[in-house]
């Protein structure tokens, strides 16, 4: 009965670990980042909504160089620079490719009128973790 109950125990030890890493060995990936954008219910002059996009780092690394996929990306007001700008053909750097600590978020509004879709399309893990 016991060698029963320390089996079950090791078995959910095992299953968290492999959630932790992904299955395949790697701890983080562009799954661990979580992108939501939020309408604000402000409307700037033209008529266009200002939307907010908040990114949470769901690693338990810090992760940098974060890149998104906003392909077809517009907005009528000023964008921080230092939180998202352009990198290369549709794909743009977060947080100035600055480290995002585990559970932190970033996050920046732009305005429109309508929403983009935004996609993690790469990242890189802070160090060792």
């Known amino acids: 009965m ?3 109950s320390m089996l079950g125990t090791t078995l959910r030890v095992v299953f968290f670990a492999i959630l932790l890493s992904g299955g ?3 701890r983080c990936n562009t799954s661990s980042v979580q992108v939501e ?3 604000s219910g402000i409307m700037v002059s033209g008529g266009d909504t200002v939307f907010e996009v908040v990114l949470k ?3 338990p690394c810090a992760v ?3 890149q998104l ?3 077809g990306f517009a907005t009528t007001v000023d964008v921080d620079p230092a939180a998202f700008r352009a990198d290369d053909g549709g794909v743009y750097l977060v947080n100035g490719g600055e480290p995002i ?3 932190a978020t970033v996050s920046f509004r732009y ?3 309508h929403f983009f879709e935004m996609t993690p399309s790469k990242l890189e893990v802070d160090g060792q973790c």
């Open 2 to 4: 016991a060698t029963s």
């Open 24 to 26: 395949n060995g790697e």
């Open 37 to 39: 954008t939020f309408n």
């Open 57 to 59: 780092n769901l690693c």
């Open 64 to 66: 940098r160089n974060v």
């Open 69 to 71: 996929d906003a392909r």
């Open 101 to 103: 600590p585990s559970m």
């Open 111 to 113: 305005a429109w009128d």
